[in-house]
């Protein structure tokens, strides 16, 4: 008999995609490592279960605890799912602007749910980062994961999501694009993609609105960058300690429009039924277009699934109301 003795046991090995008429025009082979077959259907089960792993190793968590997090949605499933399966409790944090079914999806895996206003500074304490530290501080044998700069985030993309794109592209692959929020995925498969070849590319996804391609070209935090914006999972008002910026080439920002327009293309010209930061991701790369010859083998990763907006981008009247069809 085959079969996984938990549901933790079925996070990877996740299948590498062809993308066919978005990229036509492209001259490169263009493979989309699609994430959403995790069971918690996006990439982060991955560093949720590493992180639980290395805290339960060094004793930071403890038999019984309680798991505190902020996180847009994605973190939390993967957390949860361990959670359940590990026998701990759990309390996530969330800032007001991601969809519903995001929060409902934490509290149907057993979660207690907190919201906090987005559009409050880093530092405030009503902002999502304060709430959950305070409730890490104030809650008894709790553990606050910091998604931002813990290094087990990076290192479960450094020892499975980028040997598994070299190994699935024969160590063929020439450019990793991705969508970057605390940095894990970029830092943790560009440094082990780079690691096997120097020249491998790695390329970020910002949005306007976050501070990360200016800091990445100038060196400068500057916060005339910052101001809201709609597309999920991607882009910060802070620099979390995940993102290696020595080790991405570029960061190329997309519109919170074309982001939400290329989401519902996906779907309907490929097929691949996704979350926002794909279709940011994806128009990234026919952004980058100039950079790719005919002998490269481009990556690109999609972190989550399309379940989670259909009250939003594959919703038409929310997407008449942002002014996002024409
Ligand atoms: C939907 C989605 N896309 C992209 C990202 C960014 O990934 P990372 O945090 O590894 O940079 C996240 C992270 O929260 C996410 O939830």
Redesign the pocket.
């Known amino acids: 008999m085959q079969y996984a003795k938990n549901i933790l046991e079925t996070i990877g090995k996740t299948p590498l995609v062809k993308l066919n008429r978005l990229t036509a025009d492209l001259p490169c082979l263009v493979l989309a490592k699609y994430e959403t077959f995790n069971p918690g259907n ?3 089960d991955r ?1 949720a279960l590493q992180m639980i792993e290395d805290a339960e190793a060094d004793g930071r968590l403890k038999p019984g605890g309680t798991i505190i997090e902020g ?5 939390g499933m993967g957390l949860a799912l361990a959670a359940i399966v590990k026998g701990y409790k759990s309390i996530f944090v969330m800032s007001d602007k991601q969809s519903k079914e995001k929060m409902d999806i934490l509290k149907a895996v057993g979660a207690e749910v907190v919201v906090c206003p987005t559009n409050v500074a880093p530092d405030d304490p009503r902002s999502y980062y304060s709430v959950s530290k305070r409730l890490g501080d104030e809650t008894p044998n709790s553990w606050y994961v910091n ?1 931002y700069d813990n290094p087990s ?1 990076t290192k479960a ?1 450094y020892k499975s999501t980028g040997p598994e794109i070299w190994e699935q592209t024969d160590g063929k692959v020439t450019h990793f694009i ?9 830092s943790g498969v560009g440094g082990f993609l780079k690691k096997k070849n120097p020249n491998v590319k790695v390329w970020g996804i910002d949005t306007y609105g976050s501070v990360f391609k200016k800091y990445h070209e100038t060196g400068v935090f500057d916060e005339k960058e910052i101001y809201p914006y709609v597309t ?3 882009g910060e008002d802070i620099l979390p300690a ?2 290696n910026f020595d080790l991405i080439d570029g960061f190329t920002k997309v519109t919170d429009k074309d982001a939400a327009v290329y989401t519902q293309r996906l779907a309907k010209e490929e097929g691949m039924f996704l ?3 794909a279709g940011a991701a994806v128009k990234g790369v026919l952004q980058l277009r100039e950079h790719f010859n005919s002998e490269d083998v481009v990556v690109v990763l999609f ?2 699934h399309g379940s989670r907006y259909v009250g939003k981008m594959f919703n038409d009247d929310w997407m008449r109301e942002m002014g996002y069809l024409d």
Do not use: R
């Open positions: 996006s990439v982060k560093m996180t847009s949605g994605n973190t998604q985030n993309h991705v969508g970057v929020g605390t940095g894990g995925t970029i999920e999972g991607i995940n993102v979350g926002n930061s972190h989550d």
